[in-house]
């Protein structure tokens, strides 16, 4: 056995032998020739079984190979323009094939599957070029995450999961029995991240989020990642300073790291290579004045109905959408109407109908990536939201406390990986942006 490479380094082993470990992702008969196709996580790269180079036995072992079958193979790497795979360029010609196990017929075929099927088989959909593609993309949007943020004078302190209040509307809470007293899985860790904001000024937590949304929407999990980043002494200007840098970035090092994965998603990038900062800000009177003077231009009376809102109302994806198509950047929206946001927004001076929040809407039709807000930072105010929320207030004791003891001006957002995923991967949908998807219907694989 030659030494064993990754597929993904194949250009350094250019007219040598090396040994491939993997699974056949594909096979395609020419008779004397079998084209195998191989992937090993790395990459995937075609191997060709010649009959006249090869022993009978491995042979007739290529000719009946199975999708998926698991194999270990030795040959020789030789350059060829046209060879499919990824990186692609180079191709193997088998001198040594041995099978690990061959594999039973496999439910996911070289065909269109509908998609209901394909979440029933999620765990083998994860093989599929698409998958594998979005999900190395998730990874370094995440790792770029952490390190932007690592490398910016963030601490990242964990947050809990098991919490006795709610951080965010009580309609979407998931409730569970903890010993005999209510909790719920955590729509947020921002509570405590204004805790921990106390002791080392700029802050972040990063892991899991739970809401029991009840509708189906491309847009919305049960379960997803979030990212909360939460700062002292931040106004919501540099709030959303920080937020331009910090996507503008996760962009950026994607556009660099995963052309390959881009192009395998046939993602068009013309307008990700745009987004630098700074992006367009705009307020919530003037998204709504827009909205409605856009309104107001078209014929079409079901659009006309979809794109109709009055001042107070909540954006639904159509809104969000027609807001971002006026802008060739994410665009930000701020000051919505208190009412319409969470208990813990600082009014903005002189005009407490509105809050001093914000959000962030992805160009492209991605909807809202981010929402962020100043916190309100005076203890009375906050103790009389706290007691409209609807939960014992006891539970919010600790909360409170930190607007006793050395309370300041902060802000903080949580950007959703699942739909900065999606944004990125240009897919019309979020469940393929997270391993094994948790929707309305859904909590199998
Ligand atoms: O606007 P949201 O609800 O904000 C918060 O939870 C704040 N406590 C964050 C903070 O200020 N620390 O959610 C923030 C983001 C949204 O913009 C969206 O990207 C994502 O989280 N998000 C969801 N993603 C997928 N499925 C859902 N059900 C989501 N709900 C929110």
């Known amino acids: 056995m030659a030494t064993p490479i990754q597929i993904s380094d194949i250009a350094q082993y250019d007219g040598q032998d090396v040994t491939l470990r ?4 594909n096979r395609t008969d020419k008779g004397r020739l079998q084209f195998l196709l191989v992937r090993d996580g790395t990459g995937l790269v075609q191997c060709v079984a010649f009959k006249k180079e090869l022993d009978a036995e491995s042979f007739a072992l290529a000719q009946s190979l199975t999708q998926e079958s698991s194999v270990i193979i030795t040959g020789s790497v030789r350059g060829d323009d046209r060879a499919p795979g990824y990186p692609g360029k180079f191709e193997v010609g088998i001198k040594k094939l041995e099978v690990i196990q061959m594999a039973g017929e ?3 075929q070289p065909k269109d599957h509908g998609v209901e099927f394909l979440m029933d088989n999620r765990h083998l959909w994860v093989r599929s070029l698409r998958q594998w593609a979005i999900l190395r993309i998730r990874a370094t949007i995440i790792n770029t995450i952490r390190n932007w943020l690592d490398d910016h004078g963030y601490l990242l302190i964990d947050t809990p999961i098991l919490t006795p209040a709610a951080g965010e509307n ?20 921002q509570l405590y991240n204004e805790a921990n904001m106390a002791s080392f000024g700029k802050v972040y937590c990063f892991g899991p989020t739970f809401r029991a949304e009840k509708s189906k929407t491309r847009r919305h999990l049960m379960e997803f990642w979030m990212v909360e980043p939460e700062m002292a002494f931040f106004n919501l200007e540099d709030l959303m300073a920080m937020e331009e840098q910090f996507i503008s970035a996760i962009v950026q090092t994607v556009l660099q790291k995963h052309a390959m994965e881009l192009e395998i998603l046939e993602r068009d990038t013309t307008r990700l290579a745009q987004i630098t900062p700074p992006f367009p800000r705009i307020s919530y009177d003037d998204a709504v004045e827009r909205l409605q003077k856009l309104a107001a231009e078209i014929d079409d009376p079901e659009r006309k109905a979809e794109l109709a809102i009055e001042w107070g109302g909540d954006f639904g994806s159509p809104h969000e959408t027609a807001i971002a198509e006026m802008f060739e950047k994410p665009v930000f929206v701020y000051n919505y109407p208190t009412a319409a946001k969470a208990f813990y927004m600082q009014p ?5 109908d509105v809050c001093r929040s914000v959000d962030l809407l992805a160009p492209e039709g991605y909807g809202e990536i981010t929402g962020g807000s100043e916190r309100i930072y005076d203890a009375d105010l906050l103790e009389e939201r706290v007691a409209e ?5 006891n539970v919010y004791r600790w909360y409170l406390d930190l607007r006793k003891f050395g309370s300041v001006p902060h802000s903080g957002f949580g950007l959703g990986v699942e739909r900065t995923v999606a944004w990125i991967c240009g897919l019309p949908h979020i469940r393929e942006t997270i391993p094994y998807a948790r929707m309305l219907n859904r909590l199998y694989p």
């Open 22 to 25: 993997g699974w056949l992702y």
């Open 106 to 108: 496999y439910p996911i």
């Open 170 to 189: 009580t309609t979407t809470l998931f409730e569970i029995d903890y010993y005999g007293e209510p909790a719920f899985l955590a729509q947020t860790g």
């Open 348 to 352: 903005v001076e002189g005009r407490p």
């Open 389 to 393: 929320i609807g939960i014992d207030p």
